[in-house]
């Protein structure tokens, strides 16, 4: 990243319903910035990063991580797992990378337990409820006891006569309304109570107050590049609700997530695929339940990264995305997967919604709504043409760049980035760019 000067703190996040490739431009770009923040979601996100010939799939550590020397930060916006986060540290350190020292967890980040996924049978397996499909991590259940005002968070943990006393109430609580309710199942909460005793000992070198740290790092002149994990579909304010994470995946969450105030922010960058995808419930307008979308699942390999679910796949939303750039205002926007539509003639991309004879101009609020809306679509000619790998924009073929130049019309945002492959080469900056000036711009020398 040599040529480049920093500049301010950016947010990168999901414009879709997750799984958009934001891993893989959080790790790229990370090396332009001092520090890398996640501030929401847990062990639900999966993000992957391929760097040669190594594969890592990170769930709640910043995908930044894996530079050298690069600070990362978990968020108090995050719902923390310690078996997950421990087990994603080791993995990571016998792959040679540097954790410790480098990774700060927030004080105020809330803790998962093993009754968290116990609970999340409420929602996914009980008579009468509709199941959303969630990662079963238990991730709704412990931001259920966060906004419950019950939660027990990093802090609380790390203090030991604090920490028995409400992990004994909460959980007692718990059993009360599994037993009532016919979801519970036999748990010995001693010793889980004296495994996350172990757990606290391990994480205690990490945790910081990471607002302070983060606030003091900017005052210094330092940078951070702020990664969201899910998308803006999933939502819990603007998402397909109820068919969403329990977390605040939009820009406005960066803040919120991290105690890092919105006059600090400089920008935010909306991920895309050169398509969409889904995985779990809900409403999907653009889905292609027919051959084409087997392809692009096959193409793709759109498959979860957490629970190798097969994901949904469809068409590039144009009214989806209009609607997730007004909520997290985009600068720019990066279109991951251009590859994986290499061998189609026609791409469909849907250009509007519309009930019966009305055109449906905002993004209905409710489920029954959505899944009312029948999608407009507009046929862009393919390039039938190899692009997996291409790294400059010129060396796309011409129709490649006109389906670009579609998006961006129809989007109303710059497409300042494409991703052609994996790999953190077989990526396009696109010169001049509102995006190249946001990640870091060239030096005049
Ligand atoms: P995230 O959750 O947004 O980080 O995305 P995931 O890691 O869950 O899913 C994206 C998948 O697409 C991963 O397997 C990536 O390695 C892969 N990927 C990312 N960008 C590209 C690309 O431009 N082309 C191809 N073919 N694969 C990509
Ligand atoms: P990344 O960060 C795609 C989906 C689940 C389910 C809904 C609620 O890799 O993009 P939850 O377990 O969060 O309560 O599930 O949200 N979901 C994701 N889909 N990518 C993710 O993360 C997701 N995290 C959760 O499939 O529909
Ligand atoms: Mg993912």
Redesign the pocket.
Known sequence: MNGFVKMGNVIIL?SQW???????I?DLFSARFDIVARYQGGHN??????VGDK?F?LKLIP?GILHAGKKAVIGNGLVIDPAALLGEIDALESAGVEVRGNLFISNRAHVLFPVHRMMEKLSEARPGRVSIGTTSRGIGPCYEDKMGRRGIRIADLLNPGIFRAQYDSVMEEKVVIAKALGIYEEMDLKSIRDEYEAFAARIRPMVRDTSMLLNQAIRDGKTVLFEG?Q?TMLDIDHGTYPFVTSSSASAGGACTGTGVAPTRISGVIG?SKAYITRVGGGPFPTEALDATGDMIRK???EF??VTGRPRRCGWFDVPLLRYTAAINGFDSLVV?????LDELESIPVCTGYRSGTHEVAEMPPTVAEIEKVEPVYEYVPGWRAAT?GVSSYDDLPEKAKAYVAFLESRTGVEVGCI????ERN?TIVRPGSRFEKLVGQRNSG
């Open positions: 999901g997750g799984d958009e490739g934001k891993g893989k959080v996100a999966g993000h992957t990063v391929v594969k799939v995908s994990a998308g991920v193409r793709g390999n979860g990264a991951t997967k251009l590859d994986v997996f991703s052609t492959g994996p077989q």
